[in-house]
């Protein structure tokens, strides 16, 4: 099979593409820096030379044929940006797929970068039924329900990071209290328990008003459970995986947060549930945006005979 694809991660810091021919083998990545403070018509311009990048890697007579953006914030079906993606100035409204797609002259699709990590665990492990959740300063979420990406109203689904875990607990920039982020984010897990803010069981949470104070990594896991609990009675994911920056630095998260869950969740749907660590690592994204570009592509006619 001779269709290239281009799967590109957009982070606030950093853009990774990755070149996969037909079978998702990944033939050639790179990676540059995001201007992230200057601007969409900067950012596209770092994206099609990627792409420039990537063509001048594929074999023969070959081509890319799709490619894939996945990106912070929320993207609609449209490839859209709307919502906050706080790591990119100006970048709401952006039309991203729309205008890769003009600029390339190569159809192109956008979505959520965490969606689309998702949809690579999902497809590496060939399990229709996959949760992703990815733990960094902020926390974000993906699911794959009966084989595809639940996207739901403008690609709104799965934000995990925004699940209530403590009734009146501290301030999130949401405008919630007790969003699973002000517990479980990258920014609030102390290294040990010295500082330990208490949080109580959901029923007896008055929380803290402070915002400064942190998290163990024990309560982080346990604050993550509870989350994950609501997630499961929901969406009844087979497994669950946990990738991102947090999971990286503290394996044990994975154990601590399947422990936590015994007294977090219903515990028929638990024990029909895996939680896992992530297996595709910082190119979860990449590889997940270039599987959503083949698969947004028409069949190819039979051959004939
Ligand atoms: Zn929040």
């Not at 490619?67 to 039309?95: K, Y």
Request: net charge negative; hydrophobic share 40%; charged share 20%.
């Amino acid at each position: 099979m001779s269709d290239y694809v281009a799967g590109l991660d957009l982070g606030g810091s950093l853009l990774k593409a990755g070149l996969y021919d037909g079978r998702n083998n990944l033939v050639h990545e790179t990676q540059v820096s995001t201007p992230s403070e200057a601007g969409p018509a900067a950012i596209l311009k770092t994206i099609l030379e990627c792409v420039r990048e990537l063509q001048r890697c594929v074999p023969g007579r070959a081509a890319i044929v799709g490619i894939g953006i996945g990106s912070p914030g929320l993207i609609d079906a449209e490839g859209r940006v709307h919502g906050p993606a706080v790591n990119i100035s100006g970048w709401q409204g952006t039309s991203l797929s729309q205008m890769v797609t003009s600029e390339s002259g190569i159809p192109s699709v956008a979505g959520n970068d965490v969606n689309y990590a998702a949809l690579a665990e999902a497809r590496y492990r060939g399990c229709d039924e996959l949760a992703f959740i990815a733990l960094g300063t902020g926390i974000g979420g993906g699911i794959v329900s009966g084989g595809r990406l639940l996207t739901g109203n403008r690609g709104m689904a799965a934000e995990m990071g925004h699940v209530v875990v403590v009734p009146d607990g501290r301030p999130c920039g949401c405008g919630q209290r007790g969003c699973v982020e002000q517990y479980a984010g990258a920014r609030v897990i102390l290294e040990d328990r010295k500082g330990e803010e208490q949080i109580g069981n959901a029923d007896t949470a008055h929380g803290s008003t402070g915002s400064s104070q942190g998290t163990s990594l024990q309560t982080a896991a346990r604050m993550l459970a509870r989350a994950i609990g609501y997630l499961l009675s929901i969406a009844a994911p087979e497994v669950v995986v946990i990738g991102g920056g947090v999971a990286e630095r503290h394996p044990e998260m994975i154990q601590l947060v399947d422990s936590a869950l015994e007294n977090e969740s219903f515990p028929y749907i638990r024990n029909l549930t895996r939680i896992e660590a992530a297996r595709l690592g910082y190119r979860a994204g990449m590889a997940g945006a270039a599987i959503a570009a083949r698969e947004a592509r028409p069949p190819r006619p039979a051959a004939a005979g």
